[in-house]
C-alpha cells in the first residue's frame, strides 16, 4: 500500500496528464456523431483535415508551377499522417491531389489518436447527401443568347450526379469524359472507382434517382430539334458519385434501395475536375444533391471544410461550382453545399417568376431559375417533366459555358456581374429576401454581345420593324398595323441570298397567338413579278410576343408579358426553343443565289415591293409601301448588325417614266429597341437619298 502521499501524486499527475489531453482534443474536436458511430459500430467513416508545407504560396496565384508545388507538399503531408495511423487497421478511403484532406474508415481509438496528431487541423464526418429530385429555356434567355451567336461551343458542362445516359438523343455525342467515385462499390465495374468510357452510365439500382443525372445535363446542354438545353453546343462532362443503400440508412427516401453520395466521393470528382479543368475546357460544375441545412454560410463552412476546400480551388480558376439549394421548403436556410460560401447557390422559380412552395431560400442565395416541371432527357430514351431545385441549378451551370464563350475565358467576377446586373429580381413572399432569376441574354448584352434582334416601330406609327430567328432563319420583316400582314426577307443558316416573305393574317390561332398564311419567293428575274412567282409556305401560328421587344431592360411588369418572365407568349417566342410553336421550315425551292445578287419581288396583293438591293456599300433588304414609305433593314459594310430604316418620300423630278423618274427620301435609322416602349424618339435622321424609280423595278 502506498502512503497517503504517493496515492496523491500519482492521482494528481493521472488528472494532469488527462488534463493535457483534453486540451489537445479541445484544438481538434471530434464531432459527438463521429464519436457516437465509431462507439457503436465500431468504425465510423471520418474527413481529416492536414496541414501541408507553404512551398506553393511563395508562388502566388495558381499556375501550373502552383499545381505541381501544391500537390507535392499534399502527398508528402498526406504520407506523414498515414504513418501515424497505419498500424491501427484504420482503411483509406480517398486521397485527393489538390485539397489537403484524406477520407479514412477508422475506429475509436484511431479517431482519438488522430485527434491528438500534430499536424491534423479538422476532423468532419463523410456525410451522405441525397440527388434533390417545360420548356423553361426562353425564361431565361437563351433562345437570346443562340441568336447573338453563343451555344456553349468550346466549352463543357461537368455534372457530379448519378450519371448520364450518353447514347441519349438529346445528349448523344455530347459526352467528353465519364468517371465514377462511389464509396459502396457501385461503380459500373463493381469497384470504388473508375474511370473512361462507361464509368458515368447511370446507377441502376434506384429507379427514380437514378434517372437524375440524364435529366439534369439535359438542362445544361441537350441539343434537339424542337428544343435545346442552355448551351447546346457545350461538351458534358459525366461524373458518377451515388452508391447503393438499403433500409435504415435510407430513411425517409422515397425508394429501397436508394441512392446516397459520400462527401468524400464529391470531393474526389471535384478534385477529379480541377486536374482536369484545362483537358475539358470546364465553364462549370454542376451539383444537384444536397444534404443537412444550415442557416448561414459561415455555419455551413464550418460543417462541410472538405467541399468547401475543393470547391475554393475552383473558383480560385475561373470555375464556379453550382448547386442546388434544396427541396425542404424552408425560408432561412440552404442545403449543403449549395450553403458554402464559394459555391454558386441556386432556388427555383415557377413559370409565372414566382418562388416555387418546395424551393429552399435564404438571404444568402445567389440566383433564382425556372424549377417546376422542366422537361429534359431521361434514360432510357425517354423524357420526364421534374420539378425542384435540382431542375433550376442547371439552367445556371449552362449558362455559363455561355457567358465564357462570349468572354474568351474563366472570368467568374465579370460573369457573376452580369448575371447579377441583369436578372430580374423576384422577392420571395416568405422572408421578404429578394434574389435575381437570371437572365442570360441580358447577361450577354451587358457583357458587350449584340444580337441583332429585335423590335422597332416606324416613327409614323404604322408598322413595326422586326428582326428575330424562327429556327435557324433571321427574319428581317415588316408587320402593318392596317391590314395586319407580314413583308420582308428571310435569311438562311446555310447563306446565300435571302427569300422574301408575305404573310397573311388569318382566323383560328390559339389564345395569345397570332395565325398567318404564308408565301414565299426568290427574286423576281424577268421584266414583270407576278403573283405565280409565290409558293405557298405554311400557316404558322406566331406568339404575338414575336412583335414585341426581346425585353432587356424593361420593367417587371413589361418582362413578364415580354421576355416571358410569366406569360405564355413569351415563353413561346421564337427562335431554337420556340420551333415547334412556330412550325417554320426553309422557304421556297431552287439553289439559293449568291447574297450580292439583288431583286425584288412584289407581294401578291399588289400593295408592296419587296427590295433586296445595294446602295453604295450597303445592302438595303427593304419593302416600298402603299403609301411611298419605305421600311426594312440595312446591312453596313463593316459587318455589324444591321439598322432598320424607315424613309418617306418627299420629291420627286416629276419625270413620266416611271423608270427614269428621280425620287426624294428622307431617311431614318435606329437600332434594335430591346425593351418597351420603343418610341419615334429612339429614330435619327440619316440623310435624303436620291434614287432612280428604277431602284424599286425589276
Not at 434514360?379 to 474568351?408: D, I, N, R
Amino acid at each position: 500500500m502506498l502512503p497517503r502521499f504517493g496515492r496523491s501524486f500519482v492521482l494528481v499527475a493521472s488528472l494532469l496528464l488527462l488534463g493535457q489531453g483534453f486540451a489537445e482534443a479541445a484544438r481538434v474536436p471530434i464531432p459527438g456523431r463521429l464519436l457516437a458511430e465509431s462507439q457503436d459500430a465500431g468504425m465510423t467513416r471520418v474527413l481529416v483535415e492536414f496541414e501541408t508545407g507553404t512551398a506553393s504560396a511563395r508562388l502566388g496565384r495558381r499556375s501550373p508551377a502552383f499545381d505541381a508545388a501544391r500537390a507535392r507538399e499534399i502527398a508528402t503531408a498526406r504520407e506523414n499522417l498515414r504513418g501515424t495511423f497505419r498500424s491501427s487497421g484504420a482503411r483509406v478511403l480517398r486521397e485527393f491531389a489538390t485539397v489537403p484532406w484524406i477520407a479514412v474508415e477508422v475506429d475509436t481509438a484511431t479517431l482519438r489518436q488522430l485527434a491528438l496528431t500534430p499536424g491534423v487541423r479538422r476532423l468532419t464526418e463523410d456525410r451522405l447527401s441525397r440527388p434533390l429530385l417545360r420548356e423553361t429555356a426562353t425564361i431565361v434567355g437563351a433562345p437570346e443568347a443562340e441568336a447573338m451567336g453563343f451555344d456553349g461551343r468550346g466549352w463543357s458542362v461537368a455534372v457530379i450526379d448519378t450519371g448520364i445516359e450518353s447514347g441519349h438523343v438529346f445528349l448523344e455525342g455530347r459526352v467528353l469524359d465519364e468517371v465514377c467515385f462511389s464509396g459502396n462499390r457501385s461503380c459500373p465495374n463493381g469497384a470504388t472507382q473508375q474511370f473512361g468510357s462507361g464509368a458515368g452510365a447511370p446507377c441502376s439500382f434506384a429507379a427514380s434517382a437514378c434517372g437524375h443525372g440524364t435529366h439534369v445535363a439535359g438542362i445544361a446542354a441537350g441539343r434537339g430539334q424542337n428544343t435545346d438545353g442552355m448551351a447546346p453546343e457545350a461538351g458534358i462532362v459525366s461524373l458518377q458519385v451515388f452508391s447503393r443503400f438499403t433500409g435504415d440508412t435510407c430513411g425517409d427516401d422515397s425508394e429501397d434501395p436508394c441512392a446516397l453520395t459520400y462527401t468524400s466521393d464529391t470531393i474526389a470528382a471535384l478534385d477529379w475536375i480541377y486536374q482536369n479543368r484545362d483537358r475539358l475546357n470546364v465553364a462549370s460544375v454542376n451539383m444537384s444533391l444536397g444534404g443537412e441545412s444550415y442557416t448561414s454560410s459561415a455555419a455551413c463552412d464550418a460543417a462541410d471544410a472538405g467541399r468547401k476546400a475543393a470547391i475554393d480551388a475552383l473558383r480560385a480558376v475561373g470555375i464556379p461550382t453550382v448547386v442546388a439549394a434544396g427541396n425542404d421548403g424552408s425560408s432561412d436556410r440552404l442545403a449543403t453545399p449549395g450553403c458554402l460560401s464559394s459555391a454558386i447557390s441556386v432556388g427555383a422559380t415557377t413559370d409565372e417568376d414566382e418562388i416555387a412552395s418546395f424551393s429552399q431560400s435564404a438571404n444568402f442565395l445567389d440566383f433564382l431559375a425556372p424549377g417546376r416541371n422542366v422537361v429534359s432527357s431521361y434514360p432510357p430514351g425517354s423524357w420526364a417533366s421534374v420539378s425542384g431545385t435540382s431542375q433550376a441549378t442547371p439552367h445556371l451551370a449552362g449558362g455559363f459555358a455561355l457567358l465564357y464563350q462570349k468572354l474568351g475565358s474563366r472570368d467568374l467576377e465579370a460573369a457573376l456581374e452580369a448575371l447579377r446586373g441583369t436578372g430580374a429580381w423576384i422577392t420571395d413572399p416568405r422572408n421578404g429576401v429578394a434574389v435575381p432569376r437570371i437572365r442570360l441574354g441580358a447577361a450577354l448584352i451587358a457583357l458587350g454581345a449584340t444580337s441583332g434582334a429585335g423590335v422597332q416601330v416606324t416613327p409614323d406609327g404604322k408598322r413595326t420593324l422586326v428582326s428575330k430567328d424562327v429556327g435557324d432563319e433571321r427574319w428581317a420583316i415588316t408587320l402593318d398595323h392596317v391590314d395586319g400582314s407580314v413583308t420582308g426577307n428571310v435569311f438562311r443558316a446555310e447563306g446565300g441570298a435571302p427569300q422574301f416573305v408575305w404573310c397573311e393574317p388569318v382566323a383560328g390561332a390559339p389564345l395569345g397567338q397570332q395565325a398567318f398564311s404564308c408565301e414565299g419567293s426568290d427574286s423576281c428575274a424577268g421584266g414583270a413579278c407576278t403573283p405565280a412567282q409565290w409558293a405557298f409556305i405554311d400557316e404558322v401560328d406566331v406568339p404575338a410576343a414575336f412583335f414585341r421587344p426581346e425585353g432587356s431592360g424593361q420593367s417587371a411588369e413589361a418582362a413578364a408579358a415580354v421576355a416571358g418572365a410569366g406569360g405564355s407568349e413569351g415563353r413561346a417566342a421564337a427562335s431554337s426553343a420556340g420551333r415547334a410553336a412556330l412550325g417554320m421550315v426553309s422557304i421556297g425551292a431552287g439553289t439559293p443565289a449568291d447574297l450580292a445578287v439583288p431583286g425584288l419581288q412584289i407581294t401578291p396583293d399588289g400593295t408592296r415591293t419587296l427590295v433586296n438591293k445595294d446602295v453604295d456599300v450597303e445592302r438595303w433588304a427593304i419593302g416600298r409601301n402603299a403609301d411611298n414609305t419605305v421600311t426594312g433593314n440595312v446591312f453596313l459594310a463593316d459587318g455589324s448588325d444591321p439598322k432598320f430604316v424607315w424613309c418617306e418620300q418627299i420629291g420627286s423630278d416629276g419625270n413620266p417614266d416611271p423608270a427614269a423618274e428621280m425620287l426624294t427620301l428622307s431617311c431614318s435609322g435606329a437600332d434594335r429597341c430591346l425593351a418597351e416602349p420603343c418610341d419615334a424618339g429612339q429614330w435619327t435622321w440619316l440623310n435624303d437619298v436620291i434614287l432612280p424609280g428604277a431602284f424599286f423595278l425589276p
